[in-house]
């Protein structure tokens, strides 16, 4: 289940080490896709497809779009390989490059519903949500319902923070906003999610 609580990750020393084993690990994982190991990318795509695909599906409330989205992101990832440089790490940068697709499909998604409201309106609600393909329970339906009701930018706040992973100040990087804003957000979706996971909708 989705925690909704602020994380203290950052502050903990053993989830720093962690992460520094697995900053490591990535490294030479690249290094020897460089290389030409299709081996190593097989690592790297099994090591990551899976929260990619939840961070989008939570993104779009689609599953094929969100298949979509990742398959992308791998493919470009691929052919850029010669000149891609890891600087940080390799699931914040898989992380970001699946927010930004997933925000220029919302975009391309949205000009369209504007331009076509005429036409059969989307899907029924009772579609398949992408929280429901991980794990089917009563609960994670509320919780998908509940995301969905939030505004854009802080519904991919919440999502990229604790499904990607990412600190606040990747993600005002993605947003083009800064740190406080990315952080204000969180906390805003957050106090609209629990009103509504305990039935207090604030109209």
Known sequence: MLDTRVSKL??????????????????????KFKRGSRDALRAIYQKYADALL???GNLLDDKASAEDVVQDV?????QSIEKFRLTGSLKGYLATCVANRCRDY?????????????????????AESP???????????KLSGA????????????????HGGMRFRQIARVQNVSTKTAQ?????????LRSTLNGEVRR
């Open 10 to 31: 950052d502050e903990n020393p053993e989830s720093r080490s962690q992460n520094r084993e697995t900053m490591v690990e990535d490294r030479f994982l690249v290094w």
């Open 54 to 56: 939840s961070l989008a």
């Open 74 to 78: 791998f493919v470009t990832f691929v």
């Open 106 to 126: 919302r975009r391309r998604s949205n000009r369209r519903q504007a331009t076509a409201e005429n036409k059969t309106q989307r899907a029924s609600p009772e």
């Open 131 to 141: 929280v429901q393909l991980v794990i089917c329970s009563e609960e994670l339906e």
């Open 147 to 162: 995301l969905g009701e939030l505004p854009d930018e802080q519904r991919e706040t919440i999502v990229l923070y604790l």
């Open 184 to 192: 204000s957000r969180y906390r805003y979706g957050l106090d609209k």
